[in-house]
């Protein structure tokens, strides 16, 4: 297992080793010691896992939590995403940066996202099958969104035949958006 930064604090990029033969083959893509000498989820447990499928050019998010917020271990199980972390730490010097990479199910990479980001992705081909662990589980009334094409941010989306929830496409600006503070 390998750890690449990102241009965002915190986020990793992990790179997971495949042991493969003549029947198949086995990617290990948790062990809660490797993941956290890698900055894994230190100090966190998960404590929920989600599976979701997204047919092509589907964007998902840009979601977070406001009071709770999750720190998400992001595999790609089937097809390939376009993966966006966003930081919405208000006061935090990275504010309102983003940060993308494709994942997919043939590179065997993680993104590993702590609390305090937003978080989306666009299917990249015609269906993408997502497996995430969860530091915080998930409760509607905490959950916010930002509007996933807001020009402040500057998301470079692959597809440009994206298909967005009515709640997404009506989420707020980041200049308008409810955020948790940064506390350093």
Known sequence: MKAIATSLPGVI???????????????????????????VAVGLDFVQDNVARSYGGVVRGLHYQLTVPQGKLVSVIRGAIFDVVVDVRRGAPTFGAWYGTVLSADDRRQLWIPPGFAHG??????????VYKLTAPYTPAD???LRWNDPAIGIDWPREDARV?????A??????????????
């Not at 992705?121 to 997502?130: F, L, P, R, S, T």
């Not at 929830?165 to 496409?169: G, P």
């Not at 980041?174 to 955020?179: K, P, Q």
Request: aromatic share 6%; no cysteine.
């Open 13 to 39: 990029l992990i790179e997971l080793v495949e042991h493969e033969d003549a029947r198949g083959h086995l990617v290990e893509v948790f062990h809660r010691e490797r993941h956290a000498a890698l900055g």
């Open 121 to 130: 992705y666009q299917a990249m081909g015609e269906v993408a099958d997502i």
């Open 143 to 145: 959950e916010r969104a």
């Open 165 to 169: 929830s009515a709640r997404d496409a």
């Open 171 to 184: 989420a707020p600006l980041l200049a308008d958006a409810e955020l948790p503070r940064y506390a350093p």
